[in-house]
């Protein structure tokens, strides 16, 4: 039998506040998350009426940096982390996008064309 992944059409972002964030993390059961959004933009992901995840990110002059990149557990294996991480290569005038990674994630990033920094796990892709 062979595993086919569903692809989403359309990844939307809208921004999200304090009391949004902590309604949405507190609704995924079982997630033990401990996110630090204290300088970043805090951004839900939603697929049609779905919100799926969140992404926080800190933007400087010509790059993102990924603070935290998460995926509601119900739809993880769909690929929608790999779409997010595309969809925010393509934003205007963003010619590096990096990633905060955790040792068990460093994989998933790499696999995904980013390069690990020295001495962190800051991973770094280039965009041309």
Do not use: W
């Amino acid at each position: 039998m062979k595993t086919v992944k569903k692809k989403h059409p359309t990844i939307q972002f809208n921004e999200i506040s304090e009391t949004e964030l902590e309604n949405f993390l507190s609704s995924c059961s079982g997630d033990k998350l401990a996110p630090g959004f204290d300088t970043a933009e805090n951004l839900i992901v939603t697929i049609g009426k779905d919100q799926v995840g969140l992404v926080s990110l800190v933007s400087r002059e010509g790059e993102l940096l990924i603070t935290q990149l998460y995926v509601r557990p119900e739809f993880r294996g769909f690929g929608i982390g790999t779409q997010i991480l595309e969809c925010l290569s393509k934003f205007s005038g963003v010619n590096f996008l990096r990633v905060l990674a955790t040792p068990s994630t460093v994989a998933y990033y790499e696999d995904r064309g980013f390069e690990p920094e020295a001495g962190q796990i800051v991973l770094t892709k280039v965009l041309t």
